[in-house]
């Protein structure tokens, strides 16, 4: 090979690779990566969790047609009367089924029910929750935007032989649950 043909491929060559380098410079000078960091927080409003009672009442129920019962619920209350009239007899009862309503935004309720009476040997008292005809169900989860009933019974468990009063309490616990969000 001549000496100007060695000369021009020394040249091609460090030209290239000089092309090379600029390349590679420009592409790591090009390239800067900004980055945000922060914090994100949230806190619970009391005023997003609504669960009450809907006003609604769909059924009651007796042993005897001369028992009466006087329940009710004011439509978004937290209370609710149940008052029957006319136990006489061992065994007589009566019932009533409440609808109650989880109207939070994204929240789910698990509802806990308990029931007590004054008199414990005269009268038995429960609460379950049901669905609207009575039925009991086993689920306390009340999704948001969903209904669900709650049964109160009283029964009289000896005849009298006075007239026996007593006050019954059935209380419902609505807690808080997050929503599970759906597998993507």
Do not use: W
Request: glycine share 6%.
């Amino acid at each position: 090979m001549t000496t100007i043909k060695k000369q021009n491929k020394q040249i091609l060559i460090i030209l290239s690779i000089a092309i090379l380098l600029i390349g590679i410079g420009y592409a790591s000078l090009a390239n800067n990566v900004l980055s945000v960091t922060g914090e994100v927080s949230a806190t619970a409003d009391q005023n997003n969790f609504k669960v009450y009672f809907t006003g609604n009442v769909p059924k009651s129920s007796t042993s005897k047609d001369i028992i009466s019962i006087d329940a009710s619920s004011t439509a978004k209350s937290r209370s609710a009367t149940i008052n029957i009239y006319g136990l006489n007899n061992k065994g007589d009862y009566g019932y009533a089924i409440f609808e109650i309503q989880n109207d939070s935004n994204g929240i789910d309720a698990e509802i806990l029910v308990t029931a007590e009476s004054e008199s414990t040997d005269m009268f038995k008292t429960s609460v379950i929750m049901c669905d609207a005809n009575g039925n009991a169900i086993n689920n306390s989860l009340v999704h948001s935007g969903e209904k669900t009933y709650v049964k109160v019974f009283a029964e009289l468990l000896k005849t009298p032989v006075s007239i026996e009063k007593t006050t019954i309490t059935a209380k419902l616990t609505a807690t808080p649950k997050e929503v599970s969000l759906p597998n993507e």
